[in-house]
């Protein structure tokens, strides 16, 4: 059965504040929050995917995503998708509508139904190795769960990088499972970058397998910049 957000838990929700350095003036600390994205900013988010993710995340750089039409436009697709989940994260900085950053959430359970069919090859292959990783290692059954919240992609903006805000909003999912009775979240993690910031949040290393194992077994990322791939994860008390 599909996952849906239970209707008892307001949308959108803010689900985390926290005080950080402000852009140009480090000494000075203001508030940021990470809330529920709404319909209102979805253009607004897939705009921020497009700047700020698709041109850097290594395994989409390494698969040329963002020069081949066909898979730029069936990853907005899927960004899309999983916005109308109403489980994607968005940080401000108080008094500001600039997206400082974006999560991509959703909550997986046995069926899958996440998994989706593209035509593309380029995307195909983003998928099947992601696939691959949780065929080897048994998320649900490792942890005893039917259901765990996963996530598809994260995006800071440049401007606010090195400031802990992907930290942050890897935090924020801890009140957001509370409040919908999940004990787990689990992410494939591709970036060194992600890996050391999910690492600060608590989230441990279940299972690590390099691209070059990974091209071994077929599934090829010319060039990646990325050494290995990470399923990591996060016990919610």
Not at 12 to 23: A, I, R, S, T
Not at 80 to 93: D, M
Not at 101 to 109: A, I, P, Y
Not at 151 to 159: F, P, Q
């Amino acid at each position: 059965m599909t996952w849906e957000r239970p209707t008892t838990i307001p949308y959108p929700m803010v689900w985390h504040e926290f005080q950080g350095p402000d852009l140009g003036n480090t000494d000075n600390l203001v508030t940021y929050r990470v809330q529920d994205l709404t319909p209102n900013r979805f253009d607004d988010m897939v705009q921020h995917f497009l700047d700020h993710y698709l041109d850097e995340e290594p395994e989409c750089v390494a698969k040329g995503i963002s020069g081949d039409a066909l898979a730029k436009r069936e990853i907005i697709e899927y960004w899309r998708w999983c916005f109308g989940r109403r489980l994607t994260l968005v940080c401000y900085k108080d008094g500001s509508r600039e997206i400082v950053g974006g999560n991509l959430l959703n909550v997986r359970t046995a069926a899958r139904e996440d998994v989706r069919k593209v035509e593309s090859e380029k995307l195909n292959g983003i998928f099947t190795s992601n696939e691959y990783l949780t065929d080897t290692f048994d998320v649900f059954g490792h942890y005893g769960v039917d259901k765990y919240c996963t996530a598809y992609g994260m995006a800071v903006r440049r401007e606010y990088r090195g400031m802990g805000i992907c930290r942050e909003m890897l935090l924020a999912r801890i009140p957001m499972c509370k409040a919908f009775g999940l004990a787990l979240t689990s992410t494939n993690f591709t970036s060194a970058g992600a890996q050391a910031a999910a690492a600060k949040a608590g989230f441990r290393n279940d299972f690590e397998i390099s691209y070059d194992d990974l091209a071994k077994l077929g599934y090829t990322f010319p060039n990646i910049t990325s050494r290995s791939t990470k399923v990591m994860s996060l016990i919610i008390k």
